[in-house]
């Protein structure tokens, strides 16, 4: 078994269409789940592989899809997170536009092993190429009776949609993405009920990220034992890691759990180390979400060890020394970045995506990015540091959904590990205009 | 987001004489979408039907035309306007007829969004949020696209420009000027 199990195909011409894909392996799992099967199998094959949620929370599949509750005569359904709106991460995008089969594969099989007749993959709206691929390949599909009724003469029933976003990070948050795909704003609901109990229209529901779902073709084609073996300790399987920043190679790489950082930045196979022989300064590796760390923490844990890309490797120390694996955005930055000015971006985003119905998420994010902006003015004094700290400390754990805390976390990894970087534009505001942010363009641009 | 909910009051109420209805085409694509949904469910249809309407209606939702959209699912207006200024692809106000979306966040900005933002504004002689002189483009800053590891770029209707330079921008939007139809996502 390779090392590759959602991208092994991926550069195929026309790997796209139903023809070449089922030519490479193509919906053998859906055969194999369909005619060998029963529904509660393929649960215990998810729960076997060890497969942890990948749309950044990490949660075990093969437990959330045994909560979904199975009341007699109501319908149940499963629906694909593919909003993908976290800074620093593109992989599903990857995934659905090269292999756009893969996921939907992912999708029969998963909602049989649910028992789902109805599912729904909610893509976010800037995506609209890609709703149109995935509705060629839906065609597909049906044409030749791999969706619709009575599926490969197994007696299996399911209908697919596609259903565009408006616009919002905040629908990527599983229960506001249902209110959103009940034609409502996306406003996240109070949990519980979690939505294996009341989801869609109030019906039990599963939601998971695009790679969760297509890593269920490799789990049943292989068997949940085999995957099991390939990661490290309780990071089983592959993950798709989205790579930007100031690196060689920037792209979408599948990995084996438990790849060290240092190769995954370095090596010509995945990043190819950092761009124009700079040094590396800091990396977020999880995508927006998850603290910062700087280069020493980043390579090697507090502890000495080298870090792993891993669910554990990466939260080894917590967040005074770790970070978190979380959607595998994986951003890089080199020596002459501003990890001031890189915050203000990510403070503005939050800002911009804070749905409102919280207070201290609403009120924090504003002030954070209204602080942030006053480093990036010139115009911060050093109290403006501790209140900048002040105001990402009331956030967590006083909201709705995590995006609070997502918004808190980055800004208190920048202080914790940064401090000096803020003083220096306090004590030197000129400094901001002399960081040499170099950008590609900035031999172009005209003084 | 929320901050969208103050300008409610900005919806232009502006009434048109043309009558508001969709092609034969459009039609026949809403029956679609309502299809996708249990028969009292049909709320779900909204964000589809924007979209929708937005294309349609010259890239923009005015008040005439989301009450036609209530009046298809049967809802209030209210409904309507709620979920649409609280989604930051729907345009509550008229715009350019290319609608130039430059993401901003973290990566693109490491890799010079701000200087793509600056040429541009230069170029088509106008400020980030104005409609050019000649009505051609409009550029909006947004939030991560999810195309960071081709970044810097921009998303003009439902096409992802991307690793851009000045020199690609040029040719992008000379051949913009050449086709002269407003950039679409549905
Ligand atoms: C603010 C916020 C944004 C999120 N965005 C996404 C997203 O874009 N894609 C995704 O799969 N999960 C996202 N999640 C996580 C989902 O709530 C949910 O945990 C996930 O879709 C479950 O799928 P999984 O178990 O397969 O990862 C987000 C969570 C929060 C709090
Ligand atoms: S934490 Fe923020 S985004 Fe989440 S529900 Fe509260 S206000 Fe909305
Ligand atoms: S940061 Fe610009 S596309 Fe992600």
């Keep these: ?447 | 987001m929320f901050q969208d909910l103050f300008e409610l009051e900005d919806i232009e109420l502006m009434t048109t004489t043309t009558e508001i209805k969709f092609s034969d085409s459009a039609q026949q694509q809403v029956q679609e979408i309502l299809h996708q949904y249990p028969a009292d469910k049909s709320k779900s249809a909204l964000l589809p039907l924007l979209h929708l309407a937005q294309a349609e209606f010259d890239g923009w939702l005015s008040a005439p035309v989301m009450d036609y959209v209530a009046s298809i699912l049967n809802i209030q207006p209210i409904e309507v306007y709620e979920v649409a200024s609280f989604y930051s692809m729907f345009n509550l106000k008229p715009t350019g007829k290319y609608l130039i979306e430059v993401c901003q966040t973290s990566s693109c900005w490491m890799n010079g969004s701000e200087d793509i933002v600056r040429y541009l504004e230069r170029t088509i002689q106008a400020e980030t949020g104005q409609i050019s002189p000649d009505g051609m483009f409009q550029i909006k800053t947004v939030e991560c696209l999810g195309s960071c590891g081709t970044a810097p770029m921009f998303q003009i209707g439902d096409k992802y420009y991307e690793n851009l330079t000045f020199e690609k921008i040029d040719t992008i939007l000379d051949d913009l000027r050449k086709e002269n139809k407003r950039s679409r996502y549905v």
């Design chain 1, 1 to 447: 078994m390779s090392k590759k199990l959602l991208l092994t195909y991926d550069h195929i011409p026309g790997i796209n269409t139903l023809e070449v894909y089922r030519q490479n392996n193509g919906y053998k799992s859906l055969e194999k789940a369909l005619k060998t099967m029963k529904p509660d199998d393929i649960v215990e094959e998810v729960k076997k592989s060890g497969l942890r949620g990948r749309g950044g929370a990490g949660f075990p599949t093969g437990m959330k899809w045994s909560f979904l509750a199975k009341p007699e005569g109501v319908p149940r359904h499963l629906v694909c997170n593919a909003d993908e709106s976290e800074p620093g991460t593109f992989k599903d995008r990857y995934l659905m536009e090269r292999i756009p089969h893969l996921l939907i594969e992912g999708m029969i099989v998963s909602s049989f092993a649910l028992g789902a007749n109805t599912s729904y993959i909610y893509v976010r709206g800037e995506y609209f190429y890609i709703i149109k691929i995935l509705q060629n390949a839906i065609k597909e599909a049906y044409a030749a009776g791999l969706l619709g009724k009575n599926i490969l003469g197994s007696g299996y029933d399911l209908d697919l949609y596609v259903q565009p976003g408006g616009g919002a990070y905040i629908c990527g948050e599983e229960t506001a993405l249902l209110e959103s795909l009940e034609g409502k704003r996306g406003n996240p609901r109070l949990k519980p009920p979690f939505p294996a109990v009341a989801g869609l229209w109030g019906r039990p529901t599963v939601v998971n990220n695009v790679e969760t779902i297509a890593a269920v073709v490799p789990i049943v084609n292989f068997g949940g034992d085999e995957y099991a073996k390939i990661g490290i300790g309780k990071s089983t399987g592959t993950k798709l890691i989205s790579a930007s920043g100031h690196i060689n190679k920037p792209g979408v790489y599948e990995i084996e759990l438990g790849v060290p950082v240092e190769e995954f930045i370095y090596s010509d196979e995945y990043c190819g180390g950092i761009r124009n022989g700079k040094k590396l300064k800091a990396v977020v590796a999880g995508g927006s979400s998850v603290p910062i760390l700087p280069t020493e923490l980043i390579l090697t844990t507090a502890k000495g060890e080298p870090r792993l890309m891993s669910y554990e490797s990466l939260s080894d120390g917590g967040f005074a020394t770790g970070t978190m694996l979380g959607s595998g955005g994986f951003i890089a930055m080199d020596e002459d970045t501003s990890i001031v000015k890189n915050l203000f971006t990510f403070a503005r985003f939050y800002h911009h995506e804070s749905c409102g119905q919280c207070s201290p998420c609403r009120e924090g994010t504003g002030w954070m990015e209204k602080i942030l902006k006053k480093f990036i003015d010139g115009k911060a004094t050093m109290s403006d540091i501790d209140l900048l700290w002040d105001v990402q400390s009331k956030i967590e754990g006083k909201t709705i959904c995590p995006l609070g805390e997502a918004a808190a976390w980055p800004v208190a990894a920048a202080i914790r590990h940064f401090r000096h970087e803020f003083e220096e534009y306090v004590k030197n505001p000129q400094s901001i205009h002399d960081v040499k942010h170099y950008f590609r363009l900035n031999n172009l641009v005209e003084a």
